[in-house]
């Protein structure tokens, strides 16, 4: 899956990595199945894999969005954010 610029966030304070933010349609899954690997291409073409690492779930048990992270302690490090809506 490509990601643009628009889905990168970086947090002026931080300068260790950044988020991408995508919607669990991109992936073209469910939001009760979650996959363990995800590969993305970033805009400068790097491909980056990411495991998951975590799920939120909202107070009504609905998905709000799962985190992966990427390996590699050389890489900066970036959160991958898959939101429901």
């Known amino acids: 899956m490509k990601v ?7 947090d ?5 990595g950044f988020d991408v933010r995508v ?7 469910t939001t009760n199945d979650p996959p363990g690997q995800v590969s993305i291409e970033l ?3 790097e ?3 990411f495991d998951l690492c975590a799920e939120a779930v909202g ?3 609905q998905f709000l969005y799962w ?4 390996e590699g302690m050389e890489a900066p490090a970036i959160n991958l954010q898959v939101f429901a809506g």
């Open 4 to 10: 643009t610029q628009d889905q990168i966030f970086t």
């Open 12 to 16: 002026d304070n931080d300068s260790s």
């Open 23 to 29: 919607n669990v349609a991109a992936l073209g899954c």
């Open 43 to 45: 805009p400068s073409g």
């Open 47 to 49: 491909v980056v894999e």
């Open 59 to 61: 107070s009504c048990d």
């Open 67 to 70: 985190s992966y992270w990427n």
